[in-house]
């Protein structure tokens, strides 16, 4: 069975509440269950998690390793305008990794507009909403199963 990771960072466990106009009213939890369905039709395996520490994330980023990770799917939330410590952490297992965010970072405030992660992502989806946690999985499926 082909292993995925979707990694979700600071504040993401707060879909659904949080800013409902701009990220929806879908909890994390139900993103997760929907992929977790996807993958199982096609006899695949998603690792998830979600932590508001970058720690974690780089300690997760490097488990991906052990766990014969094919692709991480990643929303980095604000930690995509910030840390270096995890394109450190994904450049170093050199595990193919797709960016997701709910919103259009480029159609927002001038800080989020700069992705420490985009140049060596294998595709970035900005701004579909929820749906693009299901492209990206679609898409990584297709590519690295």
Same mark, same amino acid.
């Given at each position: ?8 960072? =600071?504040? /993401? ?5 949080? !800013? =409902?106009? $701009?990220?929806?009213? !879908? ?5 997760? #269950?929907? $992929? ?18 970058? +720690?974690?994330? *780089?300690?997760?980023? +490097? ?12 929303? =980095? ?7 270096? #410590? ?14 997701? +965010?709910?919103?259009?970072?480029? #159609?927002? !405030? %001038? ?5 420490? $992660?985009? %140049? ?7 701004? /579909?909403?929820? !749906? ?5 999985? *679609?898409? #990584? ?5």
């Amino acid at each position: 069975m082909t292993n995925y990771m979707l990694l979700n960072g =600071p504040n /993401l466990n707060l879909l659904g509440t949080r !800013e =409902p106009d $701009l990220y929806g009213s !879908e909890t994390l939890e139900d993103i997760e #269950a929907h $992929l977790i369905e996807i993958s199982k039709d096609k006899e695949c395996n998603l690792i998830c998690h979600q932590s508001n520490a970058e +720690h974690e994330l *780089v300690d997760l980023i +490097h488990s991906a390793k052990d766990n014969q990770v094919k692709c991480i799917i990643i929303n =980095p939330g604000a930690l995509t305008h910030s840390s270096i #410590a995890l394109r450190d952490a994904l450049t170093g297992v050199n595990i193919p990794f797709i960016e997701v +965010h709910i919103s259009n970072i480029y #159609a927002r !405030e %001038d800080f989020r507009q700069k992705s420490y $992660l985009s %140049d060596i992502a294998e595709g970035v989806i900005s701004g /579909l909403g929820v !749906e693009g946690y299901e492209l990206a999985l *679609v898409k #990584a499926m297709k590519k690295f199963n």
